[in-house]
């Protein structure tokens, strides 16, 4: 009995295993950022961005922001400020009952990420709160000496 010839999987189209992996479209995307002069404009770089790059690039210039004030930069009070006044811009409202959301957009960019399984986005957003964290710590205790 002659065998059949198959078409589907790693075959070639005349049934001889090719014995190649196809090839997957994965395009590297280079982070950008921009230097951050205001809460203002910091608040519009993390506005909620349906495009993912574009986003990326807002959450990218936060992260800066943070790593300039955990690294003791020159322009660390100008950029403590900067964050003050984003924070309080983005403040929750009080709502009994409710849980408050804080930083939404930043939330909403990282649920974005997660559903559409974009990895770098989805990355980008823990480095950046976990540098909130650190600078926020790191303003305590330079305060208290």
């Given at each position: 009995?002659?065998?059949?010839?198959?078409?589907?999987?790693?075959?070639?189209?005349?049934?001889?295993?090719?014995?190649?992996?196809?090839?997957?479209?994965?395009?590297?995307?280079?982070?950008?950022s921009?230097?951050?002069?205001?809460?203002?404009?910091?608040?519009?770089?993390?506005?909620?961005?349906?495009?993912?790059?574009?986003?990326?690039?807002?959450?990218?210039?936060?992260?800066?922001?943070?790593?300039?004030?955990?690294?003791n930069?020159?322009?660390?009070?100008?950029?403590?400020?900067i964050?003050?006044?984003?924070?309080?811009?983005?403040k929750?409202?009080?709502?009994?009952?409710?849980?408050?959301?804080?930083?939404?957009?930043?939330?909403e960019?990282?649920?974005?990420?997660?559903?559409?399984?974009?990895?770098?986005?989805?990355?980008?957003?823990?480095?950046?709160?976990?540098?909130?964290?650190?600078?926020?710590?790191?303003?305590?205790?330079?305060?208290?000496?």
């Amino acid at each position: 009995m002659a065998k059949r010839k198959s078409y589907g999987g790693s075959y070639g189209g005349d049934g001889v295993r090719t014995g190649k992996k196809q090839k997957t479209n994965y395009v590297h995307e280079t982070p950008t950022s921009e230097e951050v002069y205001s809460g203002r404009q910091l608040g519009q770089l993390l506005t909620f961005e349906q495009d993912l790059p574009k986003a990326r690039h807002g959450i990218r210039s936060f992260k800066n922001v943070l790593d300039s004030i955990i690294n003791n930069d020159e322009k660390k009070s100008e950029h403590m400020q900067i964050v003050l006044d984003y924070l309080d811009s983005t403040k929750p409202r009080e709502v009994e009952d409710e849980v408050p959301v804080y930083l939404p957009d930043i939330m909403e960019t990282w649920s974005m990420a997660s559903q559409m399984n974009n990895e770098n986005v989805m990355s980008d957003v823990p480095a950046s709160l976990t540098g909130w964290a650190f600078a926020g710590l790191y303003s305590r205790n330079d305060n208290k000496s």
